[in-house]
């Protein structure tokens, strides 16, 4: 009855957990002979026979019938032997089967914690290869339990998984019973356990996204050449489309935006920009940089580098809220992005090295980095932009402003 119980018990424990057939025996096999080691010194002369679906399980144990014992463990005396069957003689092999109350409160409790201990092991296994081969894919989890760092997130079996802050949009808020959705960015073994890690900031995500609801793209007809995002403020997608009868933006945006607002919603609001991809860097530049308007650009190949001209009044556009646009472009292009305001010829400007007796040097050297030598350059871009984009302190912005505006008063 104990050996009934023990092995059942288990069986259940492979239904429930999905452990193939022939693994579970051969766990179970190897658990009986580690106890049978550790209790006899030696398995070589035992056999175990384990029948899981009826949930019992024999060991048999051979010894050789002698006069004299030498080794107990494979040797039995033939005065032992008659007490149980006399029909035996010597040099004859005796076969006796072990019960389960031989092993001892002890041993059995050692045989369900040794077996509990390699099933939760074949589990931790299985879970890690079945997510490792997901790494990509898009997962709807339940939001279990939040916490400062991250979001312990649970899976339709019940599997945990983990969403750092790190890799959550920052305008995301998640309660408890709350359906998460993000990209499997990562699955790692630590302290011998599988940790699965989700990510909503990942490019993936997002063209997952793409996928789900553009179903050119899922089909093939669209492709996704690049993404670049900063997450919950802004995206921009390059698209392609193999056939010239699909327009891949209009295709990704929908009728009247319906693809595209439910990846927005998503996101958080993220916006979205989507463009046509082309090989040509120039042109590409000036599709990243949309909606600015672009009167020239020079290209400098080795150093990676593009200097972009435009009018003053397209240079806010150009760069948007705290630099994004521009930043975003030059990443999608693969080019350090210069912004250059257009001097118009009946308009008189000013070069920033002009100001050196009134700004400091390191000021105007911030300043230029960001794109601007003249003073209306300057001049044209939101304080809070230059504080960002220039790493300057906003008091220290304002006097600039109040010197390059005195100029022109």
Not at 15 to 39: A, Y
Not at 41 to 66: L, P
Not at 175 to 199: C, F, H, Q, W, Y
Not at 233 to 244: F, H, T
Request: aromatic share 6%; net charge negative; charged share 30%.
């Amino acid at each position: 009855m104990e050996g009934l119980n023990l092995i059942s018990t288990f069986a259940e424990f492979k239904e429930l957990k999905n452990i193939d057939r022939p693994t579970m025996i051969g766990v179970l096999e190897d658990v009986f002979r580690s106890q049978l080691i550790r209790m006899y010194g030696s398995a070589d002369n035992m056999d175990i026979i384990i029948n899981i679906d009826k949930g019992d399980f024999e060991i048999w144990r051979n010894r050789e019938v002698v006069e004299i014992v030498t080794d107990p463990t494979t040797q039995i005396s033939i005065a032992e032997v008659a007490k149980i069957d006399n029909s035996y003689e010597v040099g004859e092999e005796f076969t006796e089967e072990l019960k389960l109350s031989s092993f001892g409160r002890r041993g059995i409790l050692n045989l369900r914690q040794n077996l509990a201990g390699r099933i939760m092991d074949i589990e931790k296994a299985n879970l890690y290869n079945k997510y490792h081969e997901k790494i990509g894919d898009v997962l709807v989890g339940e939001v279990y339990q939040v916490w400062k760092k991250e979001i312990l997130v649970l899976d339709e079996d019940g599997n945990e998984l983990v969403l750092p802050k790190t890799e959550q949009i920052p305008s995301d808020f998640f309660r408890k019973g709350d359906a998460v959705r993000g990209v499997i960015s990562n699955v790692e073994m630590r302290n011998n356990t599988p940790l699965i890690t989700l990510s909503r900031t990942s490019p993936l995500f997002l063209e997952r996204l793409f996928e789900q609801e553009v179903p050119e793209i899922f089909d093939g007809l669209i492709t996704i050449k690049k993404i670049v995002r900063m997450p919950g403020e802004r995206a921009k997608v390059a698209v392609e489309s193999y056939d010239d009868r699909i327009d891949p933006v209009g295709a990704c945006v929908g009728v009247k935006g319906s693809r595209i607002h439910g990846i927005v919603r998503e996101l958080r609001n993220e916006n979205i920009d989507i463009i046509n991809w082309t090989a040509n860097p120039q042109l590409l530049i000036q599709r990243a940089l949309s909606p600015a308007k672009i009167s020239s650009i020079k290209i400098d190949d080795e150093t990676k580098r593009a200097g972009v001209y435009l009018k003053p009044s397209e240079v806010s556009l150009a760069i948007g809220k705290g630099g994004s646009n521009i930043k975003l472009a030059g990443l999608l292009v693969g080019y350090e992005i210069d912004v250059f305001r257009e001097i118009e010829e009946d308009e008189e400007d000013v070069l920033l090295d002009e100001f050196s007796d009134e700004i400091e040097q390191w000021v105007i050297d911030a300043l230029k980095q960001m794109g601007c030598d003249t003073a209306k350059s300057v001049l044209a871009i939101p304080i809070s932009e230059i504080v960002k984009r220039a790493d300057l302190e906003e008091e220290t912005v304002a006097d600039v402003l109040r010197v390059l505006k005195s100029e022109f008063e």
